[in-house]
């Protein structure tokens, strides 16, 4: 017999077709879906149910949904600040990238970073992979992130060295794709950028038969993307057939009007990372424009390498302020379109809008509770607002994850307290050890 959980008392942001709010309401959750959601939990007794979360001075949302994480990053917390995006990528990115991590590194950073994601009120990630894996890193990603209780979408990636192999690698994602239910998900990493085929890492090759792989396979494709140096990507995409909705990418810094109608007329994604991207000073995405023009955009973290955190309510805030300030119109993004950034756009973009990234009933009960009952966010006159712009993430009380309950006031019923500790500590050695050998 499956579970039954009731969140009652909440203001139920349903982020469905008509944006439905509910203000004093319900959420009813069977196994690991949602059963009901409505305006008043009265007529529904905690008796009926397993287990109630009385969410009365709280915003109950879709799980937030970070569409551009690289979780290795972790351990590097920090190396590069002040750095720009050219010294970035040679004293940082391919020192580490070439270094063979060890599944057990990655096990160590995965670990926190799904800490760091679930106690933010992040319930679905993507995972865009730069480095190369086998199935014993998979397995790591994989299981790590299971264990914390958090949903991925594992992108892996696809290289000149594999086009020889290629049936070994759809094998591997077909093999991995649905994992627990669906807790994980597998995708391809295909890189488009310039600084990518500059390097080698990519061809007309790779892309072309990478898209055919991921059509033949029902899978997503991510890519870093924007105007790099002699190339502009969306437009190298677009030149070799291949620009279609499956494509996300991430940045999409310098675009120009042509490349955002043609993203818009593909039905692919633009993933903005509006902290990584201020904090490198590398550029910013174009949202209104790309909005304006019908296309699909998300929001992502990137990771602390880049920036400091992973924290996706954070990104909500910076969009909106970064792209009303650069379009000197305090209305260009406002606060529920940040928020759909982070929840039904992603879902759309990762083709899961069915199972994720809205409250309505038969999705997966991927739900994230915040307090608002704090002296920083009350009065609480527009609590979309208040949660985007005066909220905290660890105001974060609940998380539900496939209908499972893994955060609650503070504590983690997947991993306890001691092991959060133990996960941190092996982290910093881990990381030191690493940087003595690059």
């Known amino acids: 017999m499956s579970s039954k959980t009731l969140i009652k008392n909440g203001y139920i942001v349903t982020m469905d077709a008509r944006r439905q709010v509910f203000p004093g309401g319900f959420v009813c959750i069977d196994g690991d879906r949602i059963a009901e959601v409505g305006p008043s939990g009265a007529r529904w007794p905690d008796a009926a149910f397993d287990q109630a979360v009385d969410a009365t001075g709280a915003i109950v949302i879709p799980g937030l949904i970070n569409m551009h994480q690289h979780p290795w990053y972790n351990l590097f917390k920090g190396l590069s600040e002040g750095c720009k995006i050219s010294d970035w990528w040679t004293n940082f990115f391919w020192p580490l990238t070439t270094r063979v991590m060890d599944p057990a590194d990655v ?17 679905c990630f993507l995972n865009h992979i730069v480095t190369d894996t086998d199935e014993p890193m998979i397995a790591a990603f994989a299981e790590s992130f299971g264990e914390v209780g958090l949903r991925q979408v594992l992108a892996k990636e696809l290289r000149p060295h594999h086009m020889e192999a290629i049936q070994a ?15 994980l998900h597998m995708a391809l990493a295909i890189e488009v950028n310039a600084r990518w085929r500059n390097a080698g890492t990519t061809n007309d090759e790779v892309v072309t038969r990478g898209t055919r792989l991921a059509r033949d396979a029902g899978l997503c494709i991510t890519s870093h993307a924007g105007a790099g140096p002699g190339q502009r990507d969306v437009t190298y995409l ?3 057939g291949v620009l279609e909705s499956r494509w996300i990418l991430a940045h999409g810094s310098g675009l120009t009007d042509e490349d955002i109608h043609m993203v818009a007329d593909s039905g692919a994604t633009v993933v903005s990372c509006p902290t990584a991207e201020a904090f490198r000073g590398s550029g910013v995405a174009r949202i209104p424009e790309l909005r304006l023009a019908g296309a699909n955009v998300a929001l992502g973290t990137d990771g602390p390498m880049v920036d400091y955190s992973v924290d996706m309510l954070e990104q909500t805030k910076a969009c909106s302020l970064i792209q009303n300030l650069l379009n000197s119109d305090a209305r260009a993004v406002d606060a529920e379109a940040a928020l759909a950034m982070a929840t039904i756009n992603a879902a759309k973009a990762l083709g899961l809008a069915d199972e994720l990234g809205s409250i309505e009933a038969g999705k997966k009960a991927d739900i994230a509770v915040f307090n608002l009952d704090t002296p920083y966010s009350a009065v609480v006159n527009k609590p979309i607002s208040s949660l985007v712009y005066s909220a905290k993430a660890t105001d ?43």
């Open 238 to 240: 677009n030149s070799l």
């Open 169 to 183: 690698v759809e094998s591997l994602v077909r093999r991995w794709d649905g994992w627990r239910g669906g807790m």
């Open 107 to 123: 096990r160590a950073s995965s670990y926190l970073a799904g800490l760091e994601m679930v106690r933010t009120g992040t319930t």
């Open 396 to 438: 974060v009380s609940t998380v539900l994850v496939n209908g499972t309950i893994v955060f609650r006031d503070g504590r983690f019923s997947t991993i306890s307290e001691e092991r959060e500790r133990q996960i941190i500590r092996e982290a910093e050695e881990r990381s030191r050890r690493i940087q003595m050998n690059i």
